[in-house]
T-cell receptor
Framework: GQSLEQPSEVTAVEGAIVQINCTYQ??????LSWYQQHDGGAPTFLSY????GLEETGRFSSFLSRSDSYGYLLLQELQMKDSASYFCATGAGSYQLTFGKGTKLSVIP | DGGITQSPKYLFRKEGQNVTLSCEQNLNHDAMYWYRQDPGQGLRLIYY???????QKGDIAEGYSVSREKKESFPLTVTSAQKNPTAFYLC??????????FGNGTRLTVT
């Protein structure tokens, strides 16, 4: 089976940088994905790491270390609209993604 | 614009009644999924379908049923056998190895 651990809540100041960590245990590994979900809304895809290292997409970056079964999402120049829940996800195949319980990020002025 | 449509947004049912949630996509994706989300929880996979007329159980399939008669449609029936049906239900679709595209969800309340 798969299991992912991430902090339940994080608070950060507008304009700052925040890192959301994710550790996983998996019987097979199909990369680590990150999704963003605003309250009551649809999750949207942010980033995907299949290999070790850093992937950068604008203000968001995601990192993966397969040897450590660990990844993180880095959000820079935080904006109020970044307040949302962030989920890491992985799986043994593309059709059976398992999601973490999510990290609720609150951005304060 | 292409996307995934879930209807209705809010649904209320009495305990003991079956209810069907609609999911339609015009993204031409082969794969479709149903996830359940409870407060403070991640998304848990109920069923998924890789092609028409085929579907597989996810982690929490008990008390649910699906059909995939058309590529565009993947309705989910919440049966009376589901012990705790009140939840937020999310439908998603994807091509092979691509990220999931989610609908806006249906919030089901059973009393």
């Amino acid at each position: 089976g798969q299991s992912l651990e991430q902090p339940s809540e994080v608070t950060a100041v507008e304009g700052a940088i925040v890192q959301i960590n994710c550790t996983y245990q998996t019987s097979g590994f199909y990369g680590l994905s990150w999704y963003q979900q605003h309250d009551g809304g649809a999750p949207t895809f942010l980033s995907y790491n299949a290999l070790d290292g850093l992937e950068e997409t604008g203000r968001f970056s995601s990192f993966l270390s397969r040897s450590d079964s660990y990844g993180y999402l880095l959000l820079q120049e935080l904006q109020m609209k970044d307040s949302a829940s962030y989920f890491c996800a992985t799986g043994a195949g593309s059709y059976q993604l398992t999601f973490g319980k999510g990290t609720k990020l609150s951005v304060i002025p | 614009d292409g996307g995934i449509t879930q209807s209705p947004k809010y649904l209320f049912r009495k305990e003991g009644q079956n209810v069907t949630l609609s999911c339609e996509q015009n993204l031409n994706h082969d794969a479709m999924y149903w996830y359940r989300q409870d407060p403070g929880q991640g998304l848990r996979l109920i069923y998924y379908s890789q092609i028409v007329n085929d579907f597989q159980k996810g982690d929490i399939a008990e008390g649910y049923s699906v059909s995939r008669e058309k590529k565009e449609s993947f309705p989910l029936t919440v049966t009376s056998a589901q012990k705790n049906p009140t939840a937020f239900y999310l439908c998603a679709s994807s091509t092979t190895r691509d990220p999931l595209h989610f609908g806006n969800g249906t919030r089901l309340t059973v009393t």
